[in-house]
């Protein structure tokens, strides 16, 4: 399964069952209304404990999109996941 890995205060944090998109309009939307807010995602990688990353403005994060690993189908083609999960744009993301 895709998924949003998000890297905070040195560790590693897992979005899953989300765009790429959506979780950085709610990081955006966190730190421009209201100063402050929880990010919920899951310990690690896989399915680790459930945290409430604290998102503030001047808190550095990266976020990074891992799609599904490769299938192949049944008529030889590569297929990923990637292209459904984000549109990415070359709009700077700075919280």
Do not use: K
Request: proline content about 3%.
């Amino acid at each position: 399964m895709s998924h949003i890995e998000v890297i905070y205060g040195g560790h590693t944090y897992t979005v899953v069952r989300r765009t790429f998109d959506d979780v950085q309009r709610q990081l955006e939307q966190i730190v421009t209304s209201s100063g402050g807010g929880w990010l919920e995602a899951h310990d690690g990688h896989g399915a680790g404990s459930l945290v409430r990353l604290l998102v503030s403005s001047g808190v550095p994060l990266a976020l990074a999109f891992v799609p599904d690993d490769p299938v192949e189908t049944d008529d030889g083609a590569i297929e990923t996941d990637a292209g459904a999960a984000t549109d990415f744009d070359d709009a700077a993301f700075d919280l």
